[in-house]
DNA sequence: ACAAGGATCCTCT
DNA sequence: GAGGATCCTTGTT
């Protein structure tokens, strides 16, 4: 079941919030609120992203297309996968850096209603469980790709309480990267919560990620 | 200008 | 567990 959230006070996330390294960041997005009109989502799982990582579309350099996640942090990097799923990443670290963190799944906080019409008629985790999903329920496109996260533009990113425990794990989907990148624990969730994608590579860590 | 391949999802077995 | 959908981005000719 989701949990109650009260996202009717929450505030948004300053933009130095984003100013770290994406492994570090990753885990304290758990429990952030993405916000699109009438649509809240409590983000679930996360996926860290870095410029030396043969799992990133960074790793062929600056492109137009990954320009944002060289950028300065707190903004949105939204691209095109299958040709069908937009995906959003939050981009992590100072400006001329590469690092990103991929919303791999959410929980539901409002718009439920909106959320089930933009997926189908569907309930239940399968509505917010991967990252094409997410793409879908916020109604995101490339053309958000760029836009700050840390300003009232459309699409915001609220604080949040931290989740009571921590999953963490290898990545999903990467099997083109370099066997020891596939293999770093860079896969976040809640351990709080059913809506998480592929729960059975991810194991529980004692000591969660400090808040902010 | 071309060919290859992808940070996925859904359906079927 | 396997395969097809679908189209843009990228690196190469």
Same mark, same amino acid.
């Given at each position: 079941?989701?949990q109650?959230?009260?996202w009717?006070?929450?505030?948004?996330?300053?933009q130095?919030?984003?100013?770290?390294?994406?492994?570090?960041?990753?885990?304290?997005?758990?429990?952030?609120?993405?916000?699109?009109?009438?649509?809240?989502?409590?983000?679930?799982?996360?996926e860290?992203?870095?410029?030396?990582?043969?799992?990133?579309?960074a790793?062929?350099?600056?492109?137009?297309?990954n320009?944002p996640?060289?950028?300065?942090?707190?903004?949105?990097y +939204?691209?095109l996968?299958?040709g069908?799923?937009?995906?959003?990443n +939050?981009?992590?670290?100072r400006?001329?850096?590469?690092?990103?963190?991929?919303v791999?799944?959410?929980?539901?906080?409002?718009?439920l209603?909106?959320?089930?019409e933009?997926?189908?008629?569907?309930?239940?985790?399968?509505?917010?469980?991967?990252?094409?999903?997410?793409?879908?329920?916020?109604?995101?496109?490339?053309?958000?790709?760029?836009?700050?996260?840390?300003e009232?533009?459309?699409?915001?990113?609220?604080?949040?309480?931290?989740?009571?425990?921590?999953?963490v794990?290898?990545?999903i989907?990467?099997?083109?990267?370099?066997?020891?990148d596939?293999?770093?624990?860079?896969?976040?969730a809640?351990?709080?919560?059913?809506?998480?994608?592929?729960?059975?590579s991810?194991?529980?860590?004692?000591?969660?990620?400090?808040r902010?």
């Amino acid at each position: 079941m989701p949990q109650k959230t009260d996202w009717s006070t929450a505030s948004p996330l300053p933009q130095s919030f984003f100013a770290r390294g994406s492994a570090e960041l990753a885990p304290l997005l758990l429990g952030k609120l993405l916000r699109r009109e009438d649509v809240v989502l409590r983000i679930t799982e996360v996926e860290a992203y870095e410029q030396e990582d043969t799992a990133c579309h960074a790793r062929s350099g600056r492109t137009p297309r990954n320009a944002p996640i060289w950028g300065p942090p707190g903004r949105a990097y +939204v691209y095109l996968c299958y040709g069908i799923h937009d995906m959003l990443n +939050v981009v992590a670290d100072r400006d001329g850096r590469a690092a990103a963190v991929l919303v791999r799944a959410c929980e539901p906080v409002a718009g439920l209603e909106r959320l089930r019409e933009r997926r189908g008629g569907r309930s239940g985790p399968t509505l917010l469980t991967g990252p094409g999903k997410v793409g879908s329920a916020l109604d995101l496109d490339v053309s958000w790709s760029g836009h700050a996260l840390f300003e009232d533009g459309g699409l915001e990113l609220l604080d949040g309480p931290p989740p009571a425990s921590i999953l963490v794990g290898p990545r999903i989907g990467i099997d083109y990267a370099d066997p020891a990148d596939v293999a770093l624990p860079w896969r976040f969730a809640a351990g709080d919560t059913d809506w998480v994608s592929h729960p059975k590579s991810l194991r529980r860590i004692h000591s969660p990620a400090s808040r902010e």
